[in-house]
């Protein structure tokens, strides 16, 4: 599996982080988040896929927003975080807005992941990876990818559980920072996710019912 820079995450993941985190990894072939193989496999083998999926996860579906870097990739021909940043917004912003549009709100997604795209770029070399490989314990770990533009507490707590549960990424102190509530960390096949999503919108009903209760 190859990176958009040339690299293998698997040998990225093996590599490094099990020298670091003396983790066995658990590397996995996809994660089953799209119902596309192809868009799930991409989520595992470049790294930027994973985040940029993560930065469209807001106001549409988990299906929706992990097939994002996919198509993102199939219309740009690449996903290089350099890349993507030295684009014109224009050019990029027609990008997402290309039918079928890539996010519910194009313009603002198409913002905010070139913003991600130039953190990976300026202050990661270009590697997306090297957010959690070069972590140096789990509140580092936090913290880089709360420095990260499209990534906010709940999106960052996520991603932790899905580096440590899937992927084996584990540095020292890391359960001091990963969730102890349900994420698409505990996702591991399609059953799972339905499950999943079944319960977040439970969830957000009762949370809107008790709202509704208060307000009255």
Same mark, same amino acid.
């Given at each position: 599996?190859?990176?958009?820079?040339?690299?293998?995450?698997?040998?990225?993941?093996?590599?490094?982080?099990?020298?670091?985190?003396?983790?066995?990894?658990?590397?996995?072939?996809?994660?089953?988040?799209?119902?596309?193989?192809?868009?799930?496999?991409?989520?595992?083998?470049?790294?930027?896929?994973?985040?940029?999926?993560?930065?469209?996860? =807001? $106001?549409?579906?988990? $299906?929706?927003?992990?097939?994002?870097?996919?198509?993102?990739?199939?219309?740009?021909?690449?996903?290089?975080?350099?890349?993507?940043?030295?684009?014109?917004?224009?050019?990029?912003?027609?990008?997402?807005?290309?039918?079928?549009?890539?996010?519910?709100?194009?313009?603002?997604?198409?913002?905010?992941?070139?913003?991600?795209?130039?953190?990976?770029?300026?202050?990661?070399?270009?590697?997306?990876?090297?957010?959690?490989?070069?972590?140096?314990?789990?509140?580092?770990?936090?913290?880089?990818?709360?420095?990260?533009?499209?990534?906010?507490?709940?999106?960052?707590?996520?991603?932790?559980?899905?580096?440590?549960?899937?992927?084996?990424?584990?540095?020292?102190?890391?359960?001091?920072?990963?969730?102890?509530?349900?994420?698409?960390?505990?996702?591991?096949?399609?059953?799972?996710?339905?499950?999943? =999503?079944?319960?977040?919108?439970?969830?957000?009903?009762?949370?809107?019912?008790?709202?509704?209760?208060?307000?009255?």
């Amino acid at each position: 599996m190859r990176g958009p820079e040339g690299g293998s995450l698997g040998g990225h993941f093996s590599s490094v982080a099990a020298t670091v985190y003396h983790a066995r990894m658990t590397m996995p072939t996809s994660l089953p988040f799209t119902g596309d193989p192809d868009a799930d496999r991409l989520l595992v083998e470049e790294p930027l896929a994973l985040l940029i999926g993560f930065a469209l996860d =807001q $106001q549409v579906t988990v $299906q929706k927003a992990f097939s994002g870097p996919s198509e993102l990739k199939r219309r740009l021909g690449h996903l290089d975080a350099a890349r993507v940043a030295a684009m014109d917004p224009g050019d990029l912003d027609a990008v997402f807005r290309e039918r079928p549009a890539l996010h519910r709100f194009p313009g603002s997604m198409a913002t905010k992941v070139a913003a991600l795209c130039a953190a990976i770029a300026n202050d990661y070399g270009n590697d997306a990876g090297r957010v959690w490989r070069e972590a140096t314990d789990g509140r580092d770990l936090e913290k880089r990818l709360l420095g990260l533009p499209g990534i906010g507490d709940m999106k960052a707590k996520s991603l932790i559980a899905v580096l440590g549960n899937r992927f084996g990424v584990r540095p020292p102190g890391y359960d001091a920072v990963a969730p102890t509530w349900p994420t698409l960390g505990d996702v591991d096949s399609a059953e799972a996710l339905a499950s999943y =999503q079944a319960g977040k919108r439970a969830r957000k009903a009762a949370a809107r019912a008790a709202g509704d209760g208060a307000d009255g």
